[in-house]
């Protein structure tokens, strides 16, 4: 059976216009999903080579659900560009470039399904590591031209404060919910026009 495809419906109004036709949608994810924000992840402590960058693509976790990638290094001085790649909700291949920033958190905006390498940059002093994990962004499934999120829950309870939504009608990976209150293996509900 296929499922219900909302695009290209239409309702025509008491002055005879053809409207597209809206439908709510509910995005839940799970508690087991919903887990906490974390630095280490997707991958604790690459060790940065001297000379040159490298790259990783084994040993490195995915998130249980698409969301949103942080690094972090553990020394100040640690600066360059870290380019993760993987795939979108939709198993689009996606790349992302952060800026390390010593031991500051650098948090992504794109969300990943699975996350399949990353290159990190050469180090600044021996002992130099760059962490991978992600932050509370939540990947939503579907491309949004404007901000449609009616409401948030975050275990049952709706959300005092509005989620921030970030959209884009074209890249998928850009359409994500952050929920006022943090991550912590409660589940998730998003109501949502599409």
Known sequence: MRPFDPKGQFVKTDAGVLCDRAFLAHYQV???QAVAASDTGVHAGIILADGSGSTLSVNLTSPAVPRALRIKGNAAGIVGNVVITGTNFANEVIT?????NGVAVVEGSKAFKTVSSVVVPQRNA????ISFGWND???LPY???HN?????????????TAATVT???TALESNTVDLNT?????????YLMV
């Open 30 to 32: 799970s508690a087991t």
């Open 96 to 100: 992302e470039t952060l800026v390390a």
């Open 126 to 129: 021996a002992g130099d590591e």
């Open 137 to 139: 962004k939540l990947g």
């Open 143 to 145: 491309k949004l031209a």
């Open 148 to 160: 449609t999120v009616l409401n948030a829950y975050h275990d049952n309870t709706k959300e005092a």
């Open 167 to 169: 959209v884009s009608a």
């Open 182 to 190: 943090a991550l912590n293996g409660k589940v998730v509900d998003a």
